[in-house]
Nanobody, 123 residues
Framework: QVQLVESGGGLVQAGGSLRLSCAASGRTFSSYVMGWFRQAPGKEREFVAA???????YYADSVKGRFTISRDNAKNTVLLQMNSLKPEDTAVYYC?????????????????WGQGTQVTVSS
């Protein structure tokens, strides 16, 4: 069992930065792929970024070059550094844990989710 708790969301102006944090419980945290997804009002949840148990990282094209995902297995934490934020980045951001790295971009395949944290980018 893995429990995930996100934090770090808020309101920021376009061009600004935020850092989201996801704290995980459970002894097997390091074996999971950790991902970030987001869901804007009226839209489906979409993949943002994922980090494998090693160094492999994956990003959606819309955030590549602006967002950076990192993880600290010793602290059971995964971070999402978001720079050059745009109004279209506004959404609830969710942290997820996944056993199988092959499906890192498919939300339905994730085994555990956090409760989400709101990110609002004003223009």
């Amino acid at each position: 069992q893995v429990q995930l708790v996100e934090s770090g969301g808020g309101l920021v102006q376009a061009g600004g930065s935020l850092r989201l944090s996801c704290a995980a419980s459970g002894r097997t945290f390091s074996s999971y792929v950790m991902g970030w997804f987001r869901q804007a009002p009226g839209k489906e949840r979409e993949f943002v970024a994922a980090r494998g148990s090693g160094t492999a990282t994956y990003y959606a094209d819309s955030v590549k070059g602006r967002f950076t995902i990192s993880r600290d297995n010793a602290k059971n934490t995964v971070l999402l550094q978001m720079n050059s934020l745009k109004p279209e980045d506004t959404a609830v951001y969710y942290c997820g844990a996944l056993r199988s790295a092959a499906y890192y971009y498919i939300g339905a395949k994730y085994d555990y989710w956090g409760q989400g944290t709101q990110v609002t980018v004003s223009s």
